[in-house]
């Protein structure tokens, strides 16, 4: 599709289980973003991949969160043992070029719920 | 205090009433965005300015650099305009994020 693609688009799991969220960008977007959205709250910025570049990790809550970007392709977000309060909607967003200058093109999200 | 300021956090219009929404800012930015997200959770850019007006329809975005301003207004409205509308800023410091408001909620009531 011409759009952003996550999956799966809803994830429950058990308290202490590792999950893997995965994201495909617009093809030609050089920059993604990872992004936590709790209910009822605001955009909460995770991490983020502009291309070859070392990722800008300054909003992974904690060592339990990952992620990882193939070249300028797909991504996954990894979140080990998790605990209830990573439940929460997981946006991806990709752009064309660097950073907050391009506007933005965001997935559906993956909503995470942990049991 | 946050850098991205939205106001008001909450607003009830009725059909065809006209709405502004306002954003101020604190940091020096390279550009402005306005974001809708839906109750379905998507969420679709609107607009990216960085100085003066721009238009797509019934939504207007305009912005004031010198006092760090911007305002988002939509004529018309209609009840598929109730949305969560967020203000972001893409500071000056070269290759950073985007920094985020809290939204507004809008409800158009028929």
């Known amino acids: 599709g011409a759009g952003v693609s996550q999956s799966p688009s809803n994830k429950v799991t058990e308290k202490g289980k590792d999950v893997e969220l995965r994201c495909d960008p617009i093809s030609g977007h050089t920059a993604l973003y990872w992004y936590r959205q709790r209910l009822g709250q605001g955009l909460e910025f995770l991490i983020y991949?502009?291309?070859?570049?070392?990722?800008?990790k300054s909003g992974l809550p904690s060592d339990r969160f990952s992620a990882e970007r193939t070249g300028e392709s797909v991504s996954t977000l990894t979140i080990q043992r998790t605990q209830q309060e990573d439940s929460a909607v997981y946006l991806c967003a990709s752009s064309r070029g660097q950073a907050s200058n391009q506007p933005q093109h965001f997935g559906d999200g993956t909503r995470l719920s942990i049991l | 205090k946050n850098e991205v300021e939205q106001s008001p956090q909450n607003l009830t219009a009725q059909e065809g009433e006209f709405i502004t929404i306002n954003c101020s800012y604190s940091?020096?930015?390279?550009?402005l965005h306005w974001l809708q997200q839906h109750p379905g959770g998507g969420i679709v850019s609107l607009f990216m300015?960085?100085?003066g007006k721009k238009k797509h329809g019934r939504l207007i975005a305009t912005i004031n650099i010198q006092e760090k301003h911007s305002s988002l207004h939509i004529t018309a409205s209609h009840p598929r305009d109730s949305a969560v509308y967020i203000c972001?800023?893409?500071?000056?410091?070269?290759?950073?994020?985007?920094?985020f408001g809290k939204g507004t909620r809008l409800s158009v009531i028929a």
């Open positions: 991949f502009q291309g070859n570049s070392a990722p800008d």
């Open positions: 300015l960085s100085s």
């Open positions: 940091v020096g930015i390279s550009a």
């Open positions: 972001a800023v893409g500071p000056q410091l070269g290759n950073t994020p985007l920094v």
